[in-house]
């Protein structure tokens, strides 16, 4: 069974940064993609970006290109998401998504929120 737990949230000024950090447990997780997705108050889960297996390949929202990069380390097991100049509209529940080979695991979500 895999087990997603994010980390890294917090209340951060428009413009700074924050890293994401997701810790997975499980099997078959290094040949998945992993994704960060965000849902603000009333709105709808988006995808904030995706990297493959094998880290080569990645994904990112309009919204987000630039500013976040997306990373895992397939040793520790772990993925991450830079956050850089941040925006207010950033502000939502964070969350690590594990999919492929039949698997689709969701963590529970970091709150990031960003004041202006």
């Known amino acids: 069974q895999v087990q997603l737990v994010e980390s890294g949230g917090g209340l951060v000024q428009a413009g700074g940064s924050l890293r994401l950090s997701c810790a997975t447990s499980?099997?078959?997780?290094?040949?998945?993609?992993m994704g960060w997705y965000r849902q603000a108050p009333g709105k709808q889960r988006e995808l904030v970006a995706a990297?493959?297996?094998?880290?080569?390949?990645?994904n990112y929202a309009d919204s987000v290109k630039g500013r976040f990069t997306i990373s895992r380390d397939n040793a520790k097991n772990m993925v991450y998401l830079q956050m850089n100049s941040l925006k207010p509209e950033d502000t939502a529940v964070y969350y690590c998504?594990?999919?492929?080979?039949?698997?689709?695991?969701w963590g529970k979500g970091t709150l990031v929120t960003v004041s202006s």
């Open positions: 998504r594990l999919t492929g080979y039949g698997m689709d695991a």
């Open positions: 990297i493959n297996g094998g880290g080569g390949y990645t």
């Open positions: 499980g099997s078959g997780i290094r040949a998945s993609t």
